[in-house]
């Protein structure tokens, strides 16, 4: 800056509002000038703007105070093309002007830093937001000062990811912690506090990438077997996912997601939304859909695969979603809410518009009837084995046909969906898909189409017990083999740090199938008999009478005696002599719980352990079936905190017949005893039952041990002691029997209030357990 505008700026100051560059200190006065200068030019100061020039002006003036030029050298700096618009609004500007000033006053550092993120824009891009900014840091400094400084070096952060309502709802919360510490609430109010962090997820209800990552990993790896990297949706092209709307993206082994989720005012909603994306994308991968060639160099989008027709990429693209959407639902039956979820608010929060999008949501929705189109292609997805499959079957005379039956369905390309995996999105990755793969899956289709075309009849339909991953065998599963139903991760207890191992243990449901061969013990009749009798005579004890009633179906005599004796001596004695039948119904759930770990295999007398825990089993099940309890038989053996399997040999909604016992005769050892997700998973099952008593019989052969614990501690007891506790707290009880494998004192730590029975040897347990069932249960 010249002289000679230096001079124009001292003479218009000064003459104008009484301000001279000479207050300000020499190494700021060309800033000063500069600044000025341009502002008189744009018209912001001067007597088009009398108002906002004399707030500007004034706080310049300032400038003869010692040290006020850092922080006046600030103000002018944050004038800037971000700010400037707040001078054309005279009421805003000596808002900040005034608010600015007042923290000067009091620490010339507060004053300079207030402007710094004035001029950074971190006071909002509109009138109403700067006022609102304003007005809660008024409120804060009536309380305390550096509160207020404190909020405000946050609130680009708040504002980021808070509305305003919540905004407020957080400064509450921050006034609390100032009462008890100061200190704290202060950086509680700059957001760099874990509770902080807490407090802003309790108020959005949101979810985040970092809150859910450690599940969503361990998960899909149950799920397909293998891992799949999950990732920050915005480390893709920002300028394809805009252009786009995409909101997934699934590439071979990368899953790409939003950083954080609020679809919902709920937490635990957004956090399903990420569970079911990963659903969804295992059930991608497991059926080879696009996603497990997206991002190989043919493939970065499914038009690489049939082209740029729109009719035949949105019907590609329709049957592949409504393929695998199925699939998932007969694969993992327990995701059927989660994809219910999905479906219900992807529909409600976007109405279908489009001929495809109304295809697909009746393919997904619809339960009875179907429209033709809907019909045609449920029937394609139906029949396909993969993506490739899926575009050998779109061919020009399907496409005719689907045509017809849905004219609009070229008219505009499908959108992407917020749950499923974009196939349309312009995918790269470092390690791509193999040809090896490609290879595979194509012919894997062409063997279909020649089986298809060889019969001469229509693909044969893939149902849900035949449904297969690549690495199963197509013939399905062997007799007697268990099927798998589901994965699932629980938490294990450790008492030395006093907190859970979170997702720590994976354990594996599966469904046993009988084997043929099995017979009953031949010696097993004669204790069958004996329990089924003694729980039989159980059942005409339920029916009890309620005496003493003033009105009912029958009169007892010996009260009406009484009654009127009691009449000649006063006028209205107590009527109290009729009485009614009560029958008292059972309303019991039992789940018998076997230890099928590889000690069962070992000898005791002339038996297996495991042999005579099926013995039992057995004679148990005949006495509950005669007694009408609800029941189910499972066992559990595991082969470390990943590998935890959960046999089902007859489960509650299952009949107590022949196929059943055979099941149950089918058990076998195998590896070792982690009790803790076992009695955990029990609990679960049981909690879903609405009978009023819900009861877990654990048989054991010995202690808990798997890989990964430690002998010389009692960390697997403790955990087994908390899997009690947190079925407790669903109203599931647990009564174990062992063998003198386990002292009493583990026992005692294992299961609180001394329920549980040691006994001498496996031998006593068919004749003690019935027995104490109906003490436990009566």
Known sequence: MSSNAEQRVEAMGERL????????????RNIFAQVIEGLFKEGLLGAEHEQSSRHFFDLLKQASQSGFDHVLKEFVSAINPKTRWIMNLPGVFAEVVTLGRKFAEGKLCDGVTFFKIWGEGGFGDTPSEVRALISRILRLREVDNNLAMAFLRGYSTLRKRLRNKEIDLYINEGLRLHHGNPQHAQSFMEGTTKSAENIIRSITRECRLDDIHRELTPLLRALIGYDIEIDNLGQLDSDDLIERGTSIVCMYRWLYVPIVFRHFDNAEKNRAWYLLIAVIAAGMLAENSFPSIHGHPQYRTCADLVGNDVVKLNLLQVVEYVRVIERVRARWPGAT??????????????????????????????????????????????????????????????????????PGIGNRILRPFSFLPDFLFPGKVSSPPQDKLVADLREKASRQNDLSSNTN?????VTSSTTKS????????????????ACFMYDEWCQAENDYYRDHCLLHERLMKPRTGMTRPKDIGEDVRQVRQTFERLKPQLVKREKR?????????????????????????RVDFYERPLTSRRDLAVLVLLDVSGSTGNMEGQQKIIEIEKR?????????????????????SSNGREKCDYYIYKDFEMPWNQTAIDTLLSAFPSCSTRIGPALRHSGEKLSRRENRQRLIILVTDGKPMDSGYDSNTRYAQYDVRKACQENIRRGVHTFAFSTEENTRDDMEIMFPHGRFVILPGMQRLPAILPKLYLKITT
């Open 457 to 461: 009849t229509e693909r044969t339909k």
């Open 470 to 485: 690549t690495d199963q065998t197509e013939e399905g599963e062997s007799e007697g083999e268990p099927s798998a139903r």
């Open 337 to 406: 809410k989660l994809l219910e979820l999905g479906i219900e608010t992807e529909f409600a929060n976007r109405p279908a518009s489009t001929q495809e999008e109304r295809l697909l949501e009746e393919c997904l929705t619809s339960a009875s009837s179907y429209s033709a189109a809907a019909e045609a292609l449920l029937q394609l997805s139906s029949q396909s084995v993969n993506i490739f499959d899926t575009a050998s079957l779109l061919d020009d005379q399907e496409i005719e046909f689907l045509r017809r039956l849905c």
């Open 17 to 28: 509002y009484g301000f001279s560059l000479r207050d300000v200190c020499w190494g700021y």
């Open 549 to 573: 009633l003033q009105e009912g179906d029958e009169i007892n005599a010996e009260r009406l005696l009484d009654f009127l004796v009691a009449k000649q001596r006063e006028p209205s004695p």
């Open 616 to 636: 039992t089993a057995l004679i148990f099940g005949e006495g509950l079936a005669s007694l009408g309890d609800a029941f189910a038989i499972c066992g559990f």
